[in-house]
Nanobody, 115 residues
Framework: QVQLVESGGGLVQPGGSLRLSCVAS????????VGWYRQAPGKERELVAR???????IYADSVKGRFTISRDNAKNTVDLQMNSLNPGDTAVYYC?????????WGQGTQVTVSS
């Protein structure tokens, strides 16, 4: 079974930056699409960014131009660089991997943007 572990969350002031990382176990990473999702209190989980096996990325409209997703297949990692953060970005961020018609999720990492 695939295991995902996120890290890099924390407290940051508006306008600041954070870089989230996700490490996946096994050999399935390089042939799997991976993405970042987030869920704020009282709201549904939403897609933030996704990157395919070929390196093509998509972003939610709310984060375009501010966030960048990247992957390193040699290290089984997917990162999310978050710039120009605002309070609306406050949420628990989750890493997701799809493999063999199943979805795998990490435990999440808290991102809080506040002054």
């Amino acid at each position: 079974q695939v295991q995902l572990v996120e890290s890099g969350g924390g407290l940051v002031q508006p306008g600041g930056s954070l870089r989230l990382s996700c490490v996946a176990s096994g050999r399935s990473f390089s042939i799997s699409a991976v993405g970042w999702y987030r869920q704020a209190p009282g709201k549904e989980r939403e897609l933030v960014a996704r990157i395919t096996t070929g390196g093509t990325s998509i972003y939610a409209d709310s984060v375009k131009g501010r966030f960048t997703i990247s992957r390193d297949n040699a290290k089984n990692t997917v990162d999310l660089q978050m710039n120009s953060l605002n309070p609306g970005d406050t949420a628990v961020y989750y890493c997701k991997l799809a493999y063999n018609f199943r979805e795998y999720w990490g435990q999440g990492t808290q991102v809080t943007v506040s002054s």
